[in-house]
């Protein structure tokens, strides 16, 4: 598959940041769009099937589990890169056990995300 054809979605409420993990995804090639918060991401969600979605843990209105749980209503099979910057080995636990794939803390690197993107994707 090529890289075009590899749809991420990108879910942060930090617009600096959800912007530079969208822009590090798109110089890669991927076909990325970037949603606001967790309701904004169930409905880009609802509306096209993404191969990976890469989210913030801490978010207002819905925290990442919440969309994960949400998410997994109608999309048992996306890869989900949870991204935080106050893990802990019990939200490790908690989100995979939600069908998360990969658990980044932050800060992250272009590399960083690259490279969980190229592991989900050899799941």
């Known amino acids: 598959m090529e890289k075009s054809e590899i749809k991420i979605l990108v879910v942060d409420d ?3 940041t959800r912007l530079g993990y969208a822009e590090v995804l798109k110089l890669e090639g991927y076909n990325v769009d970037a949603a ?5 991401g169930l409905k880009f969600a609802k509306n ?9 843990l801490r978010m207002p209105e819905m925290d990442g589990a919440q969309f994960i749980e949400n998410l997994r209503k109608f999309d048992k099979d996306v890869k989900v890169v949870v991204i935080t ?13 939600l069908g998360a794939v990969e658990y980044i803390n932050k800060p992250v690197r272009a590399k960083d995300l690259k490279e969980a993107i190229i592991k989900v994707l050899s799941l």
Request: proline share 0%; glycine share 6%; no cysteine.
């Open 36 to 40: 606001e918060n967790g309701l904004e």
């Open 14 to 16: 930090e617009e600096h």
């Open 48 to 56: 096209k099937s993404y191969d990976v979605i890469v989210t913030d």
């Open 85 to 97: 910057a106050f893990g802990s080995f019990k939200s490790y636990k908690h989100l995979t056990s």
